[in-house]
């Protein structure tokens, strides 16, 4: 029995730093300076790896004290979680799998079009219900200021592929447009303006710039795609391992139930 409970509550142990990675990544996601402006899948992570960290923490503390009724609650609880974060998983890993990017000839950048990303990520994400307000947080950020930073040529911009999704599509005009280049964040006389709605709300005004393009909504909706693909790697080998470690744990308590058991009806005998 004791064997049984030293076991569990070392896989407790690693179910609590297996919430570590969960929550880091949660964190991360909020953390980060192109998609500040955007809450949503990031702190449902938290949540969960939070929860995580609590429960597991009460299952080592019920195998290290032999508190059997708050194991089967760990367990219980635990599986509940494992559930709740495989279809935060599976939700993300659809909704973020079409890809809105197209390569453009003599560009080391992509660009993005709306239309090709989700309808739940283009309904609920950058509907005109919420641009206004994710559209004025992009304007207080530096994610385009700090452009200017970092190409001073033409030529240096044209070949970058450091350029973000985000920056690709509210920091410059459409590449269909024709626009030519003065720095990364102003551009003039255009050739082309009917090659793309996005051409003729361009704006020079460092407050406007393109984030009223739909070129912006998507350069959005790539960002968040990238950084959730990012974390998904991680979350995906720490959901493997708390499964392993959930099944053993179960074993494990089934067993000591067993054995207790036995020893009871042995007693009972003698």
């Given amino acids: 029995m004791a064997l049984a409970n030293n076991l569990t509550a070392i896989l407790n142990l690693l179910a609590l730093l297996c919430s570590i990675p969960i929550t880091a990544s949660g964190i991360w996601l909020a953390s980060k300076p192109d998609n500040e402006c955007v809450n949503l899948l990031r702190w449902p992570v938290v949540v969960l790896g939070v929860l995580i960290l609590v429960v597991s923490a009460c299952g080592f503390i019920g195998a290290y004290q032999y508190k059997e009724t708050l194991l089967a609650v760990y367990l219980c609880c635990m599986a509940i979680l494992i559930g709740l974060l495989l279809v935060v998983l599976i939700f993300a890993f659809v909704v973020t799998r079409p890809d ?30 919420n641009w206004g307000k994710i559209r004025a947080c992009l304007a207080d950020t530096n994610v385009c200021p700090k452009l200017s930073q970092q190409f001073i040529t033409a030529d240096q911009f044209f070949s970058s592929s450091s350029i973000t999704p985000l920056q690709s599509g509210c920091c410059k005009p459409p590449t269909a447009c024709g626009y030519n280049f003065v720095n990364p964040t102003l551009w003039q006389n255009p050739t082309n303006m009917a090659a793309d709605a996005d051409c ?9 710039l393109c984030y009223n393009c739909n070129s912006c909504k998507a350069g959005l909706l790539g960002n968040l795609r990238k950084d959730w693909r990012k974390a998904n790697l991680i979350l995906i080998i720490t959901v493997v391992v708390l499964i392993w470690v959930y099944v053993i744990a179960c074993c494990a308590f089934r067993n000591a139930q067993t054995e207790d058991l036995f020893r009871k009806y042995k007693q009972g005998w003698v």
Avoid at 102 to 123: D, H, M
Avoid at 200 to 208: M, V
């Fill in 100 to 129: 809105g990017s197209y390569q453009v000839p003599g560009r080391g950048y992509k660009e993005y079009r709306l239309e090709g990303f989700s309808n739940w990520l283009r309904e609920n994400v950058v509907d005109s219900k």
């Fill in 200 to 208: 003729y709300l361009w704006n020079n005004d460092q407050s406007q």
